[in-house]
């Protein structure tokens, strides 16, 4: 009697431990760095700082705190990396996408007008919140962290903002050390974008030599964020960590109510408002939340709704958006609709900062919120959008800059949930739009199922290699002749 034994590259398979940790799925492999974040913050906080370790000569972190920081520092570091290039290809591209729309302003302004609506609804939420709550009142947080937040984004700021240095938007600093740093400032390379795309417009077809230039890079550039965003699980691990080594659960003690009030607000919005929009336009609640719960989740771990965008898109266009409008809507909302950073959370921020002070508000400066919540949303595009908006807020209204630094501690924390509504609320207007204007693939949106990661990024790889860049054109015209949304590909996708 003969007996099989397995081969050595079986055996050599089942025991890789690192296939099997890729073997997880991507929902999963997130909630343990979730976890294993706060459990090695709390043992960094255990720690304590270490004397003598810090620039100075004081206490400076022990090194379990350095390497969190040091983990989220290059997680984050990937993504503001990619940035840049993927504002300018997705806004060029998308623009360009539209050439062949016959109510392509149509699709634009009701695109920025569903924008406001849903800001306005928010920002209201978080008013009624905090007028209910007052936040500032009472609050556990000491006096001697305030401090103004480098990031200043007063009205004179936003406009002079929109005016690019020079044609990349990127800005150098010297250091006291001599040595040179570089930032970049998404709006002013979201206007920059914006001008080339409506240029490539007015140029025709001279210019098609250079969107096939765009398409390719666009493509090659959301690759590699793919690559990143499949690091979140570990960057949340270090950003999670030293958000808990550094303040710990004291800090979001101290500021308990104000936190509880960004969180309720937020799903007020997410669970509430959201399915009262989707079902008054005739949207089934479920297929959506399905369709989208992959952007969402990986908004609240990566913490950019930029950095979220390929993603965003991706479900948008599952669920029956024609890709010719979702590669516009989507990369705009990335960079301006902000539900979370820029209505709800600067909202309750200058409510908290009013009542820390002593300041009373009145209708007048309630309104000047909403106003400057619906309007200055824009503000917000980049890495810091929410600091960005708060000191806009408070200077607006007249508040002291320096209450941005007694919620710095909890930024970190909030910044999750921010983000999550954020890209949720990009999705859903491109979703509503398109149902509106008659362009929504209604049964691939009603058979939407929920889908993991890994299909998705699979789906995406395959596209590109079977359909190359030139796809997206083919998708422009099918979509715009009336064949289906975008292709056999969505409709595939959307039931895979």
């Known amino acids: 009697m003969s007996t099989s034994t397995p081969s050595p590259t079986a055996t050599t398979r089942q025991r890789n431990p690192l296939r099997a940790v890729l073997g997880i799925p991507f929902g999963w492999q997130v909630l343990i760095g979730l976890v294993l974040g706060i459990v090695l913050g709390l043992v960094a906080a255990q720690i304590g700082p270490v004397a003598g370790a810090g620039e100075d000569g004081g206490d400076g972190a022990n090194w379990l705190t350095t390497a969190l920081d040091t983990i989220g520092t290059i997680f984050v570091t990937l993504l503001k990396a990619l940035v840049p290039p993927l504002i300018f290809l997705a806004i060029v591209t998308s623009i360009a996408n539209l050439r062949n729309v016959t109510n392509a302003a149509r699709l634009a302004w009701k695109t920025l007008l569903w924008f406001a609506i849903t800001a306005l609804i928010s920002v209201g939420v978080g008013i009624t919140l905090g007028v209910i709550t007052s936040p500032g009142e009472n609050s556990g947080v000491d006096r001697s ?83 990143v965003i499949r690091l979140a699980p570990i960057g949340t691990v270090g950003l999670l960590g030293n958000a808990v080594a550094s303040y710990g659960w004291e800090a979001i003690g101290q500021l308990g109510v104000f936190t509880v009030d ?119 595009a980049g890495m810091t959008g929410a600091t960005v908006m708060l000191t806009l807020t408070l200077s607006t209204l007249g508040l002291p800059l320096e209450g941005v630094g007694l919620l710095l501690a909890i930024d970190p924390i909030l910044d999750m949930g921010r983000t999550a509504l954020n890209v949720t609320g990009q999705s859903l ?38 359909d190359g860049p030139a796809d997206s054109e083919a998708a422009t015209s099918q979509a715009t002749t009336g064949e289906g949304s975008g292709g056999d590909r969505e409709k595939q996708s959307a039931t895979a």
């Not at 705009?332 to 959370?345: H, R, S, V, W």
């Not at 204007?437 to 596209?463: C, G, N």
Request: one cysteine or more; proline letters at 4%; aromatic letters at 10%.
């Open 262 to 380: 960004v969180y309720v607000g937020m799903l007020i919005v997410l669970l509430v408002v959201y399915p009262v929009l989707l079902k008054l336009n005739g949207l089934s609640i479920g297929s959506f939340f399905r369709g989208v719960w992959p952007a969402t989740s990986l908004g609240f771990v990566s913490r950019s709704s930029l950095g979220t965008m390929p993603m965003t898109q991706t479900v948008t266009e599952r669920m029956g958006v024609p890709r010719h409008y979702a590669s516009f809507a989507i990369p705009l909302g990335a960079t301006t609709k902000m539900d979370g950073c820029a209505a709800i959370y600067p909202s309750l921020a200058a409510i908290f900062v009013a009542n820390f002070y002593g300041v009373p508000l009145g209708i007048t400066d309630y309104l000047l919120i909403v106003l400057v919540s619906v309007l200055g949303s824009a503000a917000t």
């Open 429 to 466: 207007v491109a979703v509503i739009v398109a149902k509106r204007e008659k362009i929504l693939d209604q049964p691939t949106y009603d058979a939407t199922r929920r889908t993991s990661f890994q299909v998705i990024q699979a789906e995406e790889t395959a596209a590109i290699a079977a």
């Open 145 to 227: 962290a305030e401090a103004a937040s480098s990031t200043q984004g007063g009205w004179m700021d936003f406009l002079t903002g929109l005016v690019p240095a020079n044609f990349l938007g990127i800005a150098g600093k010297a250091a006291e050390d001599g040595s040179v740093s570089l930032s970049f400032n998404a709006l002013q390379i979201l206007v920059i974008s914006i001008a080339v795309g409506i240029a490539v417009l007015k140029v025709g077809e001279k210019a098609e030599p250079f969107l096939k230039v765009t398409g390719s890079a666009l493509e090659i550039v959301q690759k590699l964020l793919w690559w």
